[in-house]
């Protein structure tokens, strides 16, 4: 089981990309749960509905 635990989700606003090995991690299925700990933007909200 994998959880992904994010705590800064303004990510599209402050970085450029994500490494590779990370994204090949968010993939629909493959992560079950999702905690964040921090702000949602709208962007990362869809993205994220999409992996869970």
């Known amino acids: 089981m994998l ?13 450029s990309s994500l490494p590779g090995k990370f994204k090949k991690l968010l993939v629909p299925g493959r992560i079950q749960h999702i905690l964040c700990t921090g702000n ?4 990362v909200l869809r993205l994220l509905e999409n992996v869970s």
Not at 3 to 15: F, Q, S, T, Y
Not at 40 to 43: D, F, M, P, S, V
């Open 3 to 15: 959880v992904l635990v994010l705590g800064d989700l303004h990510i599209p606003h402050r970085c």
């Open 40 to 43: 949602l933007c709208e962007r």
